[in-house]
């Protein structure tokens, strides 16, 4: 295929960045996105020319780090999908193609499509762990939980962190990603003893880092390559009532 790339190209956070359109010629249909990228990038090189900056690593969908706005698309028009897992093959030959970085205050651009995403590790930081000493693993069905909790926990834990909710949200919200690592530990039983002072501290840190209120729009869910639904931050949301209610105390439900 010949395409036309349309790339947001910005040298650094205090440059003000422009669209800079190149042609690419000979993409294979079988080709992954950051493949056909890494073709550009060869050949800006041997033209002596700065290649475009973009973040990856593991090219499997599971680390996250991919993340580019794709004819305004999170990670591109394939639903469930990351960028990294896109194929040329979604495309039409003479096409053009945007690619932007993630727009969102609480994402600051470092470098054309390489955004900084530290926001998401202060929101973890603030409370998206357990401190409790479990000891060593139990023994298995020692505690019992509800499959329906187990289920929802595992649907939330799949989250990546990749930023696409934030992304696709006209409010620049992060709290898909929020209640997504509040789900994964308020459903299961080792996530009790902090429930309600998690929620309170992680839900203040994500208003800190700059991200948005949620509106319910609905975009996050659609553009999330986990599919974490939306009902998550309805999780989310009695918690943190129940948690002002109690005053933000350390409490275990029903206490």
């Not at 499959?147 to 620049?172: H, L, Q, T, Y």
Request: with cysteine.
């Amino acid at each position: 295929m010949n395409l036309t790339l349309r790339i947001w190209r910005q040298k650094g956070p205090e440059d003000k960045g422009r669209m800079v359109t190149y042609p690419v010629d000979d993409v294979s249909p079988d080709m992954s996105f950051l493949e056909m990228l890494d073709v550009l990038n060869e050949r800006l090189i041997l033209a002596g020319e700065d290649p475009v900056a973009f973040d990856h690593d593991c090219r499997e969908g599971i680390c996250g780090m991919c993340g580019l706005m794709i004819n305004g698309d999170a990670h591109g028009p394939q639903r469930g999908t990351t960028a990294c897992q896109l194929h040329m093959r979604q495309f039409k030959d003479g096409e053009t193609i945007d690619i932007e970085p993630w727009r969102a205050s609480a994402f600051p651009v470092v470098k054309d499509l390489v955004v900084n995403r530290s926001a998401f590790d202060r929101i973890i930081a603030a409370g998206g762990y357990v401190t409790a000493p479990t000891g060593s693993a139990p023994e298995a069905h020692s505690t019992p939980v509800a499959k329906a909790n187990a289920d929802a926990a595992f649907e939330s834990a799949a989250c990546i962190g990749c930023g696409a909710c934030v992304a696709a949200c006209p409010n620049g919200s992060g709290m898909l990603f929020t209640a997504a690592k509040l789900t994964q530990l308020s459903l299961l039983p080792q996530g009790q003893p902090e429930r309600y002072t998690r929620v309170i501290g992680m839900v203040d840190a994500h208003d800190e880092a700059g991200f948005g209120g949620c509106t319910n729009a609905g975009e996050c869910t659609p553009a999330c390559p986990k599919g974490i639904p939306l009902n998550t931050i309805g999780r989310l949301n009695r918690d943190y009532l129940t948690a002002t209610a109690k005053g933000g105390a350390n409490n275990t439900p029903g206490s």
